[in-house]
Nanobody, 119 residues
Framework: QVQLVESGGGLVQAGGSLRLSCVAS????????MGWFRQAPGKGREFVAA???????VYADSVKGRFTISRDNAKDTAYLQMNSLKPEDTAVYYC?????????????WGQGTQVTVSS
């Protein structure tokens, strides 16, 4: 079993930056896919980004060029650097981990951290 805990959310003005962190515990996740999803009020969960053990990364078109996913396998931690934030980025951001693939879902989820971007 893997537990995921996110941190780093908050309130920021449009154009600003935030960095989210996700710490995994229970077992090492260095071979796992790790990623981020988000859910805005009244909307469904949306894929944001994923990072694989071979360093391959993938992003949603809506965040490409603005967000960067990275990981520190020695710390079992994933990060999401978010730059040039827009009000439409406002959502609860969830960390996810899966032994294989992260696309529409994942096996393990964090509790979420709120990101609010003011205009």
């Amino acid at each position: 079993q893997v537990q995921l805990v996110e941190s780093g959310g908050g309130l920021v003005q449009a154009g600003g930056s935030l960095r989210l962190s996700c710490v995994a515990s229970g077992r090492t996740v260095s071979s796992y896919a790790m990623g981020w999803f988000r859910q805005a009020p009244g909307k469904g969960r949306e894929f944001v980004a994923a990072s694989y053990s071979d360093s391959y990364t993938v992003y949603a078109d809506s965040v490409k060029g603005r967000f960067t996913i990275s990981r520190d396998n020695a710390k079992d931690t994933a990060y999401l650097q978010m730059n040039s934030l827009k009000p439409e980025d406002t959502a609860v951001y969830y960390c996810a981990a899966d032994p294989f693939v992260i696309s529409h879902g994942a096996r393990y989820w964090g509790q979420g951290t709120q990101v609010t971007v003011s205009s």
